[in-house]
DNA sequence: TAAACTAGTTTATATTATAAACCAAATATA
DNA sequence: TATATTTGGTTTATAATATAAACTAGTTTA
């Protein structure tokens, strides 16, 4: 076969949004996330989850004053996996 | 929101990778897509009417001797939307 | 002539994505 | 000061999708 599995936890469009947000900064919060990539909050919150239970982001949970604040941080794994994924989609990109 | 919609018929790594195959192509067979993409018969025959039905592509029956043939050729309208999803890919992948 | 192969299609199932419904706390409103 | 609304989420139900298994129809081979 000449086209490499794609990553599937990555080939989503939510997911995939959310790890290019997270790759180009150090961490982000749900609430910015969910308006960059105009998700609802209970996907966004689904997503990464998954994200975050196979390794390729932190999420950290903690209080800003009164309010909840949920931040967000690719880790290695999970920047190792997008380049990965980047590389195999070429493939299926420029025959 | 900075990120576009996919094409979701695209953002499929099987009709993608059978786009991929057929832009660059005059017209290629049914058991040929099926070699290059490593598909099940089943799987690529539901996703080449997904891809005919939007008219993405067209697909031809016919017969080789007294074996049926499928041909399948890309259409202007695939060409315009395998681009359109090209394009739009880029921006999740290079932030 | 029966078994196995070719070239598919149809259908059932598993997976996935997504939004709707929900929750707890804080803040605004009447 | 009740009570409505907003904020920042999570949980769960449902819709959509992908995929393989089962099937069909005809052909070749043993």
Avoid: W
């Amino acid at each position: 076969m000449q086209f490499k599995t794609l990553d599937p936890l990555l080939h989503s469009q939510l997911r995939l949004a959310i790890m290019s947000l997270l790759i180009s900064v150090e961490s982000a919060e749900f609430v910015y996330i969910k308006e960059q990539t105009a998700a609802t909050a209970g996907n966004l919150s689904v997503q990464l989850d998954k994200l975050s239970t196979a390794g390729y982001i932190k999420v950290t949970k903690a209080f800003e004053g009164k309010k909840p604040k949920t931040t967000c941080k690719i880790t290695a794994k999970g920047v190792n996996a997008f380049e990965t994924y980047v590389k195999d989609l070429q493939q299926y990109l420029k025959p």
